[in-house]
């Protein structure tokens, strides 16, 4: 009798194996000539082709919009768009915004405040524990 190998595929998840950054895009919105782009301004002089070139797999584009404060846009391979307004920020405040857009999900930002805290696939063995259970007392 020969031995078969079982045809069982694991489900990939993301960080097991290859890692794929969420974020697909960046869009850099600036004003050339208004105080609030200042530090976008020099962002986009000293820090972006030194971003641009550690991380080749966002796509960034650069677009001025005159007349308007400066807004960072991430775009999430999920289809989710996060914008940020940083106007009126230094050159290092507006590179800690563009990480905190790389590096975040693209999901909506949930609030955990008491009830269910754990997810889980499967509930739990002993089922849901409710008062009309259990050996009546008297009183």
């Known amino acids: 009798m020969p031995v078969r190998a079982l045809r069982v595929l694991s489900t990939s998840q993301n960080g097991i194996g290859a890692f794929i950054l969420q974020c697909k895009r960046l869009d850099f919105h600036y004003c050339d000539w ?9 962002f986009l ?3 972006l082709s030194a971003f641009a070139a550690q991380h080749p797999q966002i796509e960034i584009h ?9 807004v960072v846009r991430g775009t999430y391979i999920n289809g989710r768009e996060k914008a940020i307004c940083v106007k009126n920020l230094e050159k290092e ?20 405040k008491g009830g269910k805290v ?18 009546k007392s008297p009183i």
Not at 34 to 42: C, D, R
Not at 62 to 70: F, T
Not at 122 to 129: A, H, L, M, P, T
Request: aromatic share 2%; hydrophobic share 35%; proline share 7%.
């Open 34 to 42: 208004a105080g609030s782009s200042k530090g976008m301004n020099a």
């Open 45 to 47: 002089k000293l820090h």
């Open 62 to 70: 650069v677009s001025p919009r005159p007349s308007h404060h400066p």
């Open 93 to 112: 405040q507006v590179l800690q915004k563009v990480e905190l857009l790389r590096d975040a999900s693209g999901e909506k930002v949930r609030r955990v």
């Open 118 to 135: 754990v997810t889980s696939v499967n509930e739990s063995v002993r089922g849901i524990w409710s008062p009309m259970h259990g050996a």
